[in-house]
């Protein structure tokens, strides 16, 4: 940061001998040297991995130029100007002192921080980050800095090193400050000399864009050169404003350029103290304070480098632009050189052109390490021997965040700015604590500066110094002792340069009163507990409230009684979330289901389910805990009594009253269940590409965990992100590293305070996963403090039953070891006994194969063919009455397993399966040796004997045969397999929407009467590149017959946003058979879902789907129909959006079809499109679609025509249509359809359909979705349309709302069904439709039909018929029909 923000520059004349400007620094080499390998590592940060640099005469002729090779290697902010050794006890100064072979700190000041060289040899490189987090950082830093930049380009002064006289005014523009090597490039040709290095005018380094930026408007440009002191004066080219609130005065037009240019020359005689080392080796510099402006930082130098000396007085001539009246001096140095500790006995200024003389007594120390350490310091001038303004000591609070590694090592500096000018840049070094800066601290520092007046801003920043510099700044507090007032600036965002928007300085505004701020900072984190926590709140969860006081949580009883002292095991005490809109829910008693919490006139009861009454609005405080208010009655909240009981009004005064609950969620940690483990409201615990674990990640998909239920209560927790990489603690780490042994088995204890959770080891009882201050994980104690909490969050919920999608490694591991116990038991037994049973020669007969006799054990064979493997094979093992997977077939040696030609052997537990009918085999692809030919799997049971035989002879890999790595396999009994094997051919529609498509493994699950074919990545498609826009992939996926398919599974694994993958729809058909199961998708995948990101979603099977087969015209030049499309003369009549076709014939339907987009420049004003179809087999035309997505930026279309026309029979239709079709044109309908006129029929009428939907009276019933309808009848189908403008309501879809739209489509004759459907967007997507009904009016008659629904409509499409008889009306009497309700009650739906 600079000194100032000021941007007026001031000029320095020496007026003695002694003030001659020393020559810089030049060393040559007298005595050549071999060359050298030296290693630079960074001052006080471990990460900085080293550079190693040559050095030789050749490349280094002086000790400055190796200092600059090394400032733009060496992240520092202001260069490297100093270089020392590793401990930091010496300097080197000249080349000849550097070593060969040996390692040195570089470091921009005299003080250095040592470094481990051992660990910082095994760090990342200096292009990684140094912050544990680093992975979050955008890959190009440079760029980073351009949304610093100002929104209107800002203006540059920029000097040539040593001249001040050559100068040059440059904008800052988007096209120079691409990257900070484009801007020297830039500068070069401005210049005309090369420009290598910048500086500040004070001779600071000026190292990236983003110190150009908050810079103070002026730059020296220099080549390899160090740089060079002199006077550059900018006032000429910059004109800042003055201080807010010093001066009111407005100068004329006419006098504004001289006015702004009137400079004074000022003579300056400073006194240094006489006292010992009272004189200075650093620069010192001035800043003058007027009523208009402040002047820069003039830096005084001298002549011949022997100023402010013991006793010496110095005197300058200095000219300073037009700053108005005088009422304070700024006096500092930059604390360099050997000496840099000052006493300065006093200031004397006289104004040359008014003749006016100041004088300021001083008598202060300048230096870091007397007095306050202050090395700056502010004096207001004398008015008849009193000071002008006061001396002030401000109190400057500063609280940094509580989320983990907030807390920085780097030297934090502010800028305090008010109506009398600012502070000046000073950092903040001594506070009233040990250490600074610490995670959740408060410090507090003392400033003392001339008083500011009412304070208006603060700049306060970091120099990025150290490791794990990146610091979370919560607020700062500034106290004014002079007025007893205290300013808030509130901050609570990251000053780092890996996160956040990557700014180490910020600018923050007061809050113009504390009370109010408090509130409003209070209010914030409510907000981030309600973000963080509200995943609870899911419709469909089932919850338990935990109350603090009274140690029990909340159960409602059978007869509506409610109390807050039950133990976490009673059935009473659980309650399931029915309704959810906001925060906004009704919490259904999980036994009684009628039965829900309900605050009846402030008293908390039991009442039926869907009453006003029991909507409760859950409000979230900072500590996690929530208060259950009545959505009615506000203010209005449950409450008990430190006895458990419901706290009447009459107790509201009551000291032992409690309304806040900790909530806690069933079902967390079952079995494939996908959670985060957060460690703040924005923080999880993540795992580092190197393996270690953090708490610092983001709460994404980087740090998501995969549950493996091993036992109640004990779990291990895989990584989504990196498979087969477990949380673990062992040799005293704790590191995500583990393989699934039992080093990474934790016991989940639950925290009642606050819902958080602890993991303890189980194999080191008592050792926690913890973390340290700076996020890393580490193996700690069970203390109060919260370094071993974490906040559960699920993003996918487990199943207690999985259904073999998901393998569980080292589970098969338990099972052994289990039986290696009981066998050693067994032994034992055996042992004692003087004759053994048979039944125990049988036992020990089994012995050798480490197993147990029982009902439930089996023996699994595997035959390999004449090719083996070393991956990792699974099975799953599927009877009449469940299933048992997924099984990791593994032994103690692995390597000798399943070798070409071998047989192995192993035992499993099958418990409750029923009768076998089928298994499925498959291997994990991952070793040395992914492919594996299987010849057979044998299984037996070990008591009856009985053989089950599976076939096999298949490649299991992904280059030979299918390119599959899981095959089924049926039970052969006689030769014959019990269930076929069926071959489903599957397709894969890819959406049409921009970026539908995705580089990303997408999996296929299907379901049927008989089980699930497991989760299969669909691997060879019929096209080159899978799942591109608009595309249909074909797969195959081979399972044992399913019976009739129910439902697909999809999933998606997207590392990023831009590989999001649009579908459209699944088909899938069984070969040999005309069965074909329509599921449609028409979702993005992963999708958000109430603030959760789900990767998978499950398709049903719709009960009708309309088959249009999609064809894609580009101008093809096969077809037997030339369409022409003809688009209107208006100026903006052409579209950018994709304009699709249906051709409706008496046989069947043609379309979609694909014409093209006004991207591809088609579809533009005045223009006729052509293009050629094929209406093959589809019978007589009657009638045409046609419609466009409403994409692009201009999506409005005025089609004037549609011509269609026989290439073989010359047969033309002319079809008018003069339309709009838009959105915000007519009716909004995006289609229009067309009648045509048959060879001896006369056209079909078009009809407008009122349509009337009414939104049932439930709560939540409502949707902010897009709903689209299909008419359906004995004529076709209206395609789909969007009901987009209500005729009666402006906010549609509300509950017991009634919304009235209307369509028009040719006649479909005798309505038979409707096809409903919403697009799952808005917060509020769950909708509950009660019924629709669809009036029709033609010349002949009218008719009002009903299509009964009462069914939420949430994910899936909604298809409903009408009843047996229609139900005619005359228009003049449909108003009088009976209430939807009242229709459902009469007839069956």
Avoid at 148 to 159: C, D, I, T
Avoid at 448 to 455: D, F, I, Q
Avoid at 566 to 571: I, L, Q, V
Avoid at 1170 to 1196: A, M, Q, S, V, W
């Amino acid at each position: 940061m600079s000194d100032t923000p000021s941007t007026v520059f001031s000029m320095i004349h020496p007026t003695s001998s002694e003030g001659q400007v020393p020559s810089p620094r030049h060393l040559s080499l007298t005595h050549p040297v071999v060359a050298k390998r030296i290693s630079f590592y960074k001052s006080g940060d471990p990460q900085f991995g080293g550079v190693r640099v040559v050095v030789n005469p050749r490349s280094f002729k002086s000790f400055d130029a190796l200092l600059d090779n090394l400032s733009r290697k060496v992240p520092l902010p202001f260069g490297v100007r100093n270089i020392s050794t590793p401990r930091g006890r010496h300097s080197i100064t000249r080349l000849e002192e550097l070593e060969d072979g040996e390692s040195y700190l570089c470091s921009h000041g005299r003080k250095v921080q040592p470094v481990d060289l051992e660990k910082a040899r095994r760090r990342p490189r200096p292009w990684l980050s140094s912050r544990a987090i680093s992975t979050h950082a955008p890959p190009h830093p440079v760029a980073v800095a351009a949304p610093g930049m100002p929104r209107a380009p800002r203006s540059l002064v920029v000097f040539r090193n040593g001249d001040p006289k050559t100068r040059r005014a440059v904008l800052l523009s988007r096209k120079v400050t691409q990257s900070f090597e484009a801007f020297l490039q830039h500068l070069t040709e401005v210049m005309q000399r090369p420009v290598v290095k910048l500086y500040a005018t004070d001779g600071r380094r000026v190292l990236s864009l983003q110190a150009v930026i908050l810079g103070s408007g002026a730059v020296v440009a220099a080549g390899r050169e160090p740089f060079k002191p002199g006077n550059y004066d900018i006032q000429k080219y910059l004109l800042p404003a003055r201080l807010p609130g010093i001066s009111h005065r407005v100068y004329p037009k006419g006098n504004a350029k001289s006015e702004s240019r009137k400079s004074s020359n000022w003579k300056v005689l400073i006194i240094t103290s006489d006292l010992p080392d009272a004189g200075t080796s650093s620069q010192i510099y001035i800043i003058l304070y007027g009523q208009h402006r402040s002047s820069a930082p003039i830096y005084l130098y001298g002549t011949d480098g022997a100023r402010f000396q013991d006793g010496h007085e110095d005197i300058f001539t200095i000219t300073v632009g037009d700053i108005g009246r005088l009422f304070k001096i700024r006096i500092g140095h930059t604390n360099s050189g050997e000496s840099p500790s000052w006493h300065c006995r006093e200031i004397q200024l006289h104004n040359m052109n008014s003749g006016k003389r100041f004088y300021v007594p001083v008598q202060r120390w300048l230096a870091r390490d007397q007095e306050d350490g202050e090395i700056c310091r502010e004096f207001p001038l004398l008015s008849k021997g009193q000071p002008v303004l006061p001396v002030t000591i401000y109190e400057v609070n500063v609280a940094t965040g509580e989320l983990w590694n907030a807390g920085t090592t780097a030297n934090v500096y502010i800028s305090i700015h008010g109506e009398k000018g600012d502070t000046g840049s000073r950092q903040l070094f001594r506070s009233k604590s040990a250490f600074n800066f610490l995670r959740g601290q408060t410090d507090t520092f003392f400033l003392e500066a001339v008083h500011l007046g009412n304070l208006c801003k603060i700049v306060i920043g970091h120099d990025g110094l150290g490791p794990g510099n990146g610091w979370f700044l919560d607020d700062v507090v500034i106290k004014d002792p002079t007025t007893n007032y205290e300013y808030t600036f509130f901050c609570h965002r990251w000053l780092d340069q890996g996160e956040d928007d990557c700014k180490i300085v910020r600018e923050l505004y007061a809050r113009d009163n504390s009370i109010f701020s408090a509130r409003q900072k209070l209010e914030l984190k409510r907000k981030e507990t309600w973000a963080a926590e509200s995943w609870k709140f899911t419709k469909g969860n089932t919850l338990q409230f935990y109350n603090k006081l009274t140690g029990g949580f909340v159960r409602l009883h059978p007869d509506g009684t409610v109390d807050a002292i039950g133990d976490k095991t009673d059935k009473y005490g659980v309650f399931d979330v029915i309704f959810n809109k906001g925060n906004v829910c009704i919490f259904q008693s999980h036994e009684m289901r009628h039965l829900s919490l309900a605050l009846d006139n402030g008293i908390v009861t039991g009442m039926v389910s869907g009453q006003a009454t029991t909507e409760l609005r859950v409000l979230y405080q900072p500590n996690r805990c929530a208060l259950l208010e009545s959505a009615l009655v506000p203010g209005h909240t449950v409450a008990f009594d430190r006895h458990g009981k419901i706290a009447d009004e009459s107790s509201t005064g009551y000291a032992n009253l409690s309304k806040e609950f900790v909530i806690f969620v069933k079902g967390v940690f079952l079995n494939s269940a996908v959670v985060l483990l957060a460690t703040s409201l924005y923080q999880a615990l993540c795992l580092q590409p190197d393996g270690s674990c953090t708490g610092v990640g983001s709460q994404s998909e980087k740090s998501y965990w995969k549950v493996h239920k091993i036992s109640p209560g004990i779990c291990m927790f895989e990584s989504v992100k990196n498979a087969q990489m477990y949380l673990r603690i062992k040799d005293g780490r704790c590191d995500g590293t583990g393989t699934g042994d039992v080093n990474c088995h934790f016991k989940i204890k639950k925290n009642l305070e606050n819902a958080s959770i602890s993991l303890e080891s189980t194999k080191s009882p008592g050792l926690f996963v913890g973390l340290q201050s700076d996020g890393q994980a580490k193996p700690m104690i069970y203390t109060k403090d919260k370094n071993v909490c974490f906040y559960p969050q699920v993003i996918h919920f487990g199943r207690e039953n999985p259904m073999g999608m998901y393998a569980t490694p080292s589970q098969e591991e338990e099972k052994i070891h289990e039986s290696k116990m009981q066998k050693k038991i067994l032994t034992e037994s055996e042992a004692r006994s003087p004759s053994p049973s048979s039944a125990a020669k049988e036992v020990r007969h089994f012995q050798n194969s480490e197993t147990l006799l029982s009902e439930d054990e089996w023996k699994v064979l595997v035959l390999t063919g004449n090719t083996g493997t070393q991956a990792n094979v699974t099975l799953w093992v599927y009877g009449d009455e469940g299933v048992t997977g997924p099984i990791s077939l593994r032994k103690d040696s692995s390597e000798q397993l399943f070798l070409p030609g071998q047989e192995d052997e192993f035992q499993v537990e099958l418990r409750s399966i029923g009768n076998i009918f089928k298994i499925r085999i498959g291997q994990d692809g991952i070793s040395g040796q992914p492919d594996w030919n299987l010849q057979k799997v044998t299984m037996q049971h070990t008591k009856s004997k009985k053989i089950l035989d599976f076939a096999a002879n298949m490649w299991l890999s992904q280059i030979q045969a299918d390119g599959d790595v899981v095959c089924e396999l049926p039970v052969v009994t006689g030769g014959q397999a019990v269930f076929p094997l069926v071959r489903y051919q599957v397709d894969v529609y890819t959406g049409q929407l921009k970026h539908a498509e995705t580089e990303s493994e997408v999996f296929l699950c299907l379901f049927g009467e008989r089980g699930d074919s497991g989760l299969r990545l669909l691997h060879k498609s019929n096209m080159p590149v899978k799942f591109q826009r608009g595309q249909i992939d074909k797969f195959q996926v081979a399972a044992v017959s399913l019976g009739k398919l129910q439902k697909v599974l999809l999933r998606c694994e997207a590392s990023d946003k831009s590989q999001y993958w649009y579908c459209e729809k699944v088909i899938v058909r069984e070969p040999g058979t005309t069965a074909e199961y329509v599921f449609t998708c028409q979702r993005w995948l992963p999708f958000m879902s109430q603030g959760i990101i789900h990767s998978e979603i499950e398709l049903h099977l719709q009960e009708m789907q309309i088959n249009h087969q999609p064809k894609i015209q580009e101008e093809a030049n096969d077809g037997d129909w030339k369409v022409t499309i003809v688009t209107g003369d208006l100026g903006n009549a052409g579209t950018t959006a994709t304009v699709f076709l249906y051709v409706y014939g008496e046989t069947k339907c043609s379309g979609p079809i694909i014409l093209g987009s006004g991207k591809h420049q088609l579809f533009n004003p005045n223009t006729a499109d052509i293009f050629k179809i094929n209406l093959k087999d589809i019978g007589e035309i009657y009638k045409i679609r046609i419609g466009h997505d409403n994409t692009g930026k201009n999506p409005r279309w005025y089609l004037e025509e549609v011509i269609l026309e026989n290439i073989t029979t010359y047969e033309r239709f002319c079809l008018p249509v003069d339309s709009w079709i838009a959105e915000n044109e007519n009716d909004g309908d995006l289609w229009k359809e067309i009648p045509i006129m048959g060879t001896k029929k006369a056209p079909l009428p078009v009809v407008l359909y009122e349509i009337r939907i009414y939104t049932g009276t439930m709560p939540g019933a409502e949707t902010e979705s897009n709903v689209f309808i299909n008419l359906i009848g004995t004529r076709g189908d209206s395609g789909k349309r969007r009901l987009h403008h209500s005729k009666n309501n402006e906010i549609k879809f509300q509950r017991g709302q009634v919304d009235i739209f209307s369509i028009k489509a040719v006649s479909l004759g005798k309505l038979k069904k409707v096809l409903v459907s919403h697009d799952g967007t808005g917060p509020g997507n769950g909708w509950f439709l009660g019924s629709i009904v669809v009036k029709s009016e033609d010349e002949d008659s009218s008719e009002e039909v009903l299509f009964p629904c009462n069914r939420c409509a949430v994910t899936q499409r909604v298809v409903m018929q009408n009843y047996a008889s229609f139900v005619q009306f005359i228009p003049t009497v449909s108003s009088s029909m009976p209430p939807p309700s009242c229709w459902t009650a009469s007839f069956p739906s």
